[in-house]
């Protein structure tokens, strides 16, 4: 009995308000991995056909190699920082923010992710919801036995951790790519039950279709510590993120296109995977929509949790992440995948968060010093109440954003991007005026 006990505690036990040890330190292949894994979404296939459906392929891909290269940097400069903390999102922020202005970096992170978790789950159900399953049983199951059936499993994986995560991944890429190409290949090669196209739009301009990618998804690579702490160095981290985000988001996007263009311009991922007649490929078909959304949604519950532990750290984080994700699920029965005021709620969000994210690069690539106790992860307990500067260099950040949403400016033509460099920038200002010297051993 007791050794079942001991079992389940190192089964659970994700260190979600402490550093993660040294000897629990995965490579670059691992990160890399749950990288492909988050991209593999139904809304990426969804952006990756509206982008690429009117417009010329090579223009496409080009686009989404340029997002992924943004996407990319930030990410890696993230990652290294989870790294070198070994500690998730929320906790790290306590040394660039200190404990009170971190807690506003913490809730909003839970909300943002907890929210996109109810978002993507939504979409999970409406993907496979829609006959394929009823194709399977041969009679039709309520929409509300597959949110549950989906908020169950990927709550039961947030809730071991990163050590499920991982294996899930590196499990479902494989199968997944095999999926898609499959159907690729059946799309050029002529499929036996033609989907009706979806209505034609005119194309986006080049800067707007690469502004929608890095806005859609720059929160998941603000994110990245919440993973990479559990990297075996800073280099596992940097590689697994240029493998992950650099390469597999835009790779991903492109397969996306290409499978576009086969299906004739339809860019409903699931109506794609579904044409068929075969009992045997719909059962796949099925389970690669699934696993694409399965190992998506169980980042963003994981990262929400993780924002909450670090805002209650003695609270258990297996029922912070049950409660968060039996919630996650209660909002998908609700539909908040369609609910307007969510969606712009998420917009908010993302203006808000990015500039949090520049300063605690900055401030941890440039000016590791006393006040920010040089981010040793065993000094975390200690930091201070509040960090002035980085505070008013973030709000600075946040308030352009908003005025330049409003006013719908944009000098990098992404306001969550403008946010990034002026948050950086006005940060680097603070710290020099105040005679914060640049670290020469960052």
Request: proline fraction near 5%; aromatic fraction near 12%; charged fraction near 10%.
């Amino acid at each position: 009995m007791s050794e079942n006990a001991g079992h389940k505690t190192v089964l659970t036990e994700d260190y979600g308000a402490k550093p993660v040890p040294v000897a629990e330190g995965k490579g670059w292949f691992g990160i890399g991995m749950v990288y492909w894994g988050s991209a593999m979404c139904l809304p990426v296939f969804f952006l990756a056909g509206l982008i690429s459906g009117p417009m010329p392929l090579g223009t496409s891909i080009a686009i989404y190699f340029i997002a992924g290269i943004a996407l990319g940097a930030i990410s890696i400069l993230t990652g290294i920082l989870g790294a070198g903390t070994r500690l998730s999102t929320g906790l790290t922020a306590r040394f660039t923010f200190g404990k009170t202005g971190a807690f506003i970096l913490q809730i909003l992170l839970f909300f943002a992710l907890w929210g996109w978790f109810g978002v993507q789950l939504g979409f999970m159900v409406s993907g496979f919801g829609d006959g394929g399953l009823m194709l399977v049983l041969g009679k039709a199951v309520p929409a509300w036995v597959y949110t549950l059936i989906g908020g169950f499993l990927i709550t039961i994986t947030a809730i071991v951790g990163f050590k499920a995560i991982e294996k899930l991944s590196i499990f479902a890429m494989p199968l997944i790519l095999i999926m898609l190409v499959a159907t690729i290949a059946r799309e050029y090669l002529g499929g036996p039950v033609p989907v009706q196209p979806a209505t034609a739009t005119q194309a986006m301009p080049f800067g707007a279709a690469v502004s929608v990618l890095i806005g859609s998804f720059i929160i998941g690579a603000l994110v990245t510590p919440d993973v990479t702490r559990y990297a075996k160095n800073k280099s596992s981290a940097g590689w697994g993120l240029f493998f992950g985000m650099t390469i597999g988001f835009p790779v991903i996007l492109s397969l996306g296109a290409i499978m576009v263009k086969g299906a004739g311009g339809e860019f409903d991922f699931s109506k794609i995977m579904m044409k068929g007649v075969s009992p045997i490929w719909t059962i796949m078909a099925v389970l690669t929509i699934i696993l694409a959304s399965w190992t998506t949604n169980d980042v963003n519950l994981y990262s929400g949790s993780l924002s909450l532990n670090a805002m209650f750290p003695k609270l258990s984080k297996v029922v912070i992440t049950a409660i968060s994700g039996a919630v996650g699920t209660i909002l998908a029965l609700l539909g908040i995948n369609t609910a307007a005021g969510f969606q712009s709620f998420l917009g908010l969000i993302a203006v808000l968060i990015p500039p949090a994210a520049a300063v605690m690069i900055v401030d941890y690539f440039f000016f590791r010093g006393d006040q920010n106790l040089s981010y040793n992860p065993e000094k975390v307990e200690s930091t201070t109440s509040i960090r002035v500067l980085p505070l008013m260099a973030w709000a600075i950040g946040a308030i352009f954003g908003l005025i330049a949403q409003s006013a719908k400016f944009s000098f990098t033509s992404v306001i969550a991007l403008d946010t990034v460099v002026v948050g950086a920038g006005v940060h680097i200002l603070f710290m020099l005026a105040t005679k914060n010297k640049i670290n020469p051993n960052c």
